[in-house]
């Protein structure tokens, strides 16, 4: 086994590999957390190769001092076994992890936002710089409109401009391409209509033109929606790690705790037919349209000048 201070020193080498990727602060932290722990206690306890039984002892110990939770540990076996693989690897030394089995993977409750962090995302997007270029107003556009109506990243992607009633007296949108191909009507309320009649009488686009795009007029893309929202997170200082599907669990969340019908949660975010939702359609659609006002009330929609 290499002396303790030849492991300090690839320890450090790691960690700057890992900057260079621009991981985060708070991943390379743990990972500096987890490789010196495993250090001390090797030492500690006369542990001079870490073979398999070193790793099950340390873990073990770990479990028994630190009483992580589920989530805790299965991040610190994974952090000590990417940087034991590498450190194989460099020196040639056995991989302790080869034979080992991962803890099972924890159930995660996806994230939601708060109210206060909705607003500071809305904030974020308004960037003076994305205001030159012309893209703060779609990147706000974007977010409200992943949270007021709970679409899911592909179907926001997808929408045309024939997809979208503005005309009749409640608006809404066809979701053509929904999960497992069943198209859905979504409701759209006043204010979210009023800015996509904007953007559409600004725009004058064809009816299949795609609703939101990028900066050569085409269909937005997957990896840019994704910039898009990680982005504003960012800017906003916002710790959680916020995707699309964060922003529909945010709907679903805000529903939830304003109504606590599961039906209605689960019939707006097109979890099921909206003749298994109600015996009386009109009910049906009556109620989606109080949750569409209901999360548009929950979201800052005012624009800057």
């Not at 020193?9 to 991943?27: G, H, I, Y």
């Not at 909705?118 to 706000?140: I, S, V």
């Not at 964060?246 to 707006?268: E, I, K, N, P, S």
Request: with cysteine.
């Amino acid at each position: 086994m290499p002396r303790e201070a030849d492991l300090r020193q690839a320890r450090d080498d790691w960690l700057r590999r890992l900057q260079t990727s621009r991981r985060s602060k708070s991943t390379l932290i743990a990972y500096r957390i987890a490789i010196d722990d495993l250090l001390d206690w090797s030492s500690d306890h006369g542990r001079n190769v870490f073979d398999e039984a070193t790793i099950v002892d340390h873990l073990a110990d770990y479990q028994r001092r630190a009483r992580p939770a589920p989530a805790t540990y299965y991040r610190r076996f994974g952090l000590l076994r990417r940087f034991l693989r590498w450190l194989s690897r460099r020196s040639g030394l056995p991989d302790p992890f080869l034979e080992l089995e991962p803890p099972p993977k924890p159930q995660q409750e996806a994230d939601w936002l708060t109210e206060e962090e909705f607003a500071r995302l809305l904030a974020a997007a308004d960037h003076p710089r994305r205001r030159r270029n012309g893209l703060a107003a779609r990147d706000r556009l974007v977010l409200l409109a992943l949270v007021q109506t709970s679409l899911r990243r592909s179907e926001l992607i997808a929408l045309d401009w024939c997809d979208i009633d503005l005309e009749s007296e409640r608006s809404s949108l066809l979701v053509r391409q929904g999960k497992g191909a069943k198209p859905r009507r979504q409701p759209l309320a006043p204010q979210l209509a009023e800015e996509l009649r904007e953007l559409r009488d600004e725009r004058r686009p064809a009816p299949t033109d795609p609703v939101f795009c990028g900066l050569e007029g085409k269909r937005l893309q997957p990896t840019i929606l994704a910039g898009i929202i990680s982005r504003a997170a960012g800017q906003a200082g916002l710790e959680k790690r916020v995707t699309a599907h964060t922003l529909r669990h945010t709907a679903a969340t805000w529903l939830r705790q304003q109504t606590g019908d599961a039906r209605l949660v689960a019939a707006y975010l097109g979890h099921a037919d909206l003749s298994t939702v109600s015996r009386h359609a009109h009910v049906a659609e009556d109620e989606l349209h109080d949750a569409a006002a209901m999360l548009a009330a929950r979201t800052v929609c005012r624009r800057a000048a």
